[in-house]
């Protein structure tokens, strides 16, 4: 086994993003303002429990988690979160349609082997899903690649391309076109740029793509009833179709 630095899981990763002080990261609170009060929530991949309990504390949600690590599982039963290890690539299958109000994936799908998979279970299980993820499409991202020819390394992937536990890293655009094979229909999202704040204008999926840091969606699966009548909302628009 090399003797360098261990890698940093995904969620590890993210606390490097910017705080609200040195209260909750900017990017939760994004996911805070599509989360109803009384959700009953699923967080995937959840980590150290931070974001749950966030949604536990302001929301009042029913909320479980599934983590991949004994680390993060352990964090978040100090935190008095009720989650379990699991995988997500291999145990949604186990839950039934429907089971949650609110299936919540942040800073994750990127690092399961299946994406595509796995985010078709969260639409089965969830009657909404909040997807968040960085952007490799972002203008820091390109540049090293053009400039440089190598891959990136930022606040959102740290890692170097051999150590990384980001395997599938996607664009904005990417998403939404994964969101169109599925038939998961977008009802809100935002880019959030470098500093975690949302880029708040109807701008085309372009402009999103080149200068937001993240993305972060709200979805439904086309079809299903009630759709139409969702509690959630972001501030803003979402950007026109191009």
Request: proline fraction near 5%.
């Amino acid at each position: 086994m090399s003797g360098g630095t261990p890698k940093a899981r995904p969620w590890e990763a993210a606390e490097e993003l910017p705080r609200e002080g040195a209260g909750a990261r900017v990017d939760h609170l994004v996911v805070l303002d599509l989360v109803p009060a009384g959700a009953r929530v699923l967080d995937i991949g959840c980590g150290d429990g931070a974001l749950l309990a966030l949604l536990r504390d302001r929301r009042g949600i029913d909320g479980r988690g599934i983590e991949l690590s004994r680390e993060g599982v352990n964090a978040c039963l100090a935190r008095g979160l009720p989650v379990i290890q699991g995988d997500a690539d291999t145990d949604l299958a186990n839950y039934p349609d429907g089971a949650f109000d609110v299936v919540v994936m942040s800073q994750t799908i990127q690092a399961t082997r299946q994406p595509r998979e796995v985010l078709e279970h969260l639409l089965r299980i969830g009657r909404h899903v909040i997807i968040s993820f960085p952007n490799f499409g972002h203008w820091r991202v390109r540049t090293e690649l053009a400039l440089r020819g190598r891959m990136p390394v930022t606040d959102l992937m740290p890692d170097a391309w051999y150590e990384t536990a980001n395997i599938h890293h996607c664009t904005i655009r990417d998403f939404v076109g994964l969101c169109r094979v599925l038939g998961a229909r977008i009802e809100t999202a935002a880019a959030l740029d470098s500093r975690g704040r949302a880029m708040r204008f109807a701008l085309p999926w372009w402009v999103w793509n080149l200068f937001g840091a993240q993305g972060v969606f709200l979805l439904s699966k086309e079809g299903r009833d009630g759709a139409d009548e969702s509690p959630f909302r972001l501030g803003g628009s979402l950007p026109a179709k191009r």
